[in-house]
């Protein structure tokens, strides 16, 4: 006769396509948290999220809000009375289509071009919700019950910050309590290579505007005297970083805690290569590189960087010869770990007034920043979470660091008692996360599945044992 996990395994095979075509229908509400986009899509999608939880079989599911707030949808089953509780999270809102002409399909329309699903939010993070739902079902469906006690909250404002996450897990404290929380919403070192992340770097954005006029001034009639704010900001921000890339502001890459022995042994194992980095990036032949084989995984995980995210002056096409008035860019400066957003917008912004050309008006505005995150792989629940990707996936899986940001991690581990926080999910060098032509490779997805199926079964089995 088959045990629960068998079974569990087998429902999912037998129910594979109900899964993605959930996924798709998911996926094609166009779920955008940030202002100006419809926050009913927001509310429909996670009306949805909470209806395929019931069906997975959880028998308390509700949509939780605070006022002005995205809803979140909770869900939980605990009669697995000894067994350690299982805090699932994904998140239900999605990035905003950006540049819609060079999408090659419909951005919320799910379309399948060889082994990859391509839409906003398929992969990040409505593959993460599905997970869940189909790990649940798996169980459900055939024994009625799971090995673990489960709680599930599937966020509706994580890609605009998380802003109130602080303020909805305080309030919700005792609901959330939990042993171990697994977040479905991080990416695998390659295709097809299970990846448990242990460190994110931090984030802090700046609006930075100059201005030397209160109008645009013909260049030839005006031009010479007048100081070109368009080039007082090149000059401003071709300073913040060396010859190269590096950041370049007094104090900020002294603050990063580097790799361990350790570290740096695990990432000479992943066997990242030149060639390797170029292809999974895309980066242009001819383009240089500032890190070379494992220093590139330490380059982006465990150190600071900056990146111009957006300037402006001006329209392209309809500007004609003159000064213009003003100049915006926006900046971010990812935080490596050991490092604090507070002190680090402190030293940008002191490196930003001094070093402001001309006497130029400079405003800036920084963002809420989110400090960085790292973890050691020694609790035991980590073992148990390596052997069930390794099993979900058919090859071993690894350790990794992720050089994007999860600002509620750290707070959620806090207010929970520093439970280990299991950090998996879909994405791949390739899915396109927060850019034009988002995917979702179905093979890991499939595989993502089954490798929360054997984590369930794991923690079950070997969670008191491994914790006495």
Not at 230 to 240: E, F, S
Not at 344 to 360: D, M, Q
């Amino acid at each position: 006769m088959m045990n629960a996990l068998e079974k569990a395994l087998n429902h999912y095979q037998d129910h594979t396509e109900d899964h993605l075509e959930a996924l798709k229908a998911l996926t094609a509400i166009p779920s955008v948290s940030f202002p100006g986009f419809d926050p009913g899509e927001v509310r429909r999608s996670a009306e949805l999220t909470a209806d395929l939880l019931k069906k997975a079989g959880l028998p308390s599911v509700e949509i939780l809000s605070l006022p002005g707030v995205h809803p979140y949808v909770y869900g939980e089953w605990l009669g697995a009375p000894g067994a350690p509780t299982v805090l699932l999270y994904a998140h239900h809102d999605v990035q905003p289509p950006m540049r819609e002409a060079l999408w090659k399909s419909p951005v919320f329309t799910p379309t399948l071009r060889g082994e990859r699903l391509f839409a906003r939010g398929i992969a990040d993070d409505k593959a993460g919700v599905l997970i869940h739902v189909a790990s649940l079902a798996a169980y459900l469906k055939t024994s009625g019950a799971l090995p673990v006690n489960i709680k599930v909250l599937i966020e509706g404002e994580e890609e605009i910050g998380s802003l109130h996450l602080a303020s909805f897990l305080q309030k919700h404290r005792d609901k959330l309590q939990a042993d171990v929380m697994v977040l479905t919403d991080c990416s695998n070192y390659d295709t097809g290579i299970p990846s448990l992340t242990t460190s994110l770097r931090g984030l802090i954005s700046f609006d930075i505007t100059l201005s030397a006029l209160d109008h645009p001034l013909h260049s030839g009639m005006w031009g010479g005297p007048i100081p070109d704010p368009v080039t007082a900001l090149c000059k401003l921000l071709g300073g913040l970083t060396d010859d190269q890339g590096r950041v370049a502001i007094p104090g900020i890459r002294e603050m990063a805690k580097p790799p361990t022995v350790q570290e740096m042994d695990d990432y000479r194992k992943l066997g990242m290569t030149d060639a390797l980095f170029r292809r999974q990036s895309g980066l242009l032949p001819e383009a240089s590189l500032f890190a070379r084989d494992e220093g590139l995984l330490v380059s982006m995980w465990r150190e600071p960087s900056l990146a111009i995210n957006s300037i402006q002056a001006g329209l392209k096409g309809q500007t004609g010869n003159v000064v213009l008035e003003s100049a915006w860019a926006r900046v971010g400066l990812r935080l490596a770990p050991g490092m604090e957003y507070k002190a680090c917008t402190e030293k940008f912004l002191h490196h930003l007034h001094s070093h402001c050309p001309w006497g130029l008006k400079l405003e800036v505005e920084p963002e809420q920043g989110a400090n960085p995150w790292m973890t050691f792989p020694d609790h035991p629940a980590f073992a148990l979470a390596k052997r069930a990707l390794t099993a979900g996936y058919g090859r071993e899986a690894v350790c990794i660091g992720c050089g994007g940001t999860i600002p509620f991690v750290e707070s959620f581990t806090q207010v929970l008692g520093e439970i280990p926080a299991l950090l998996v999910g879909v994405e791949d060098p390739y899915t396109n996360a927060h850019s034009e032509n988002e995917s979702l490779h179905l093979g890991d997805f499939h595989k993502a599945v089954r490798g929360q199926i054997h984590l369930f079964d794991e923690l079950g089995r070997g969670w008191t044992q491994a914790t006495r």
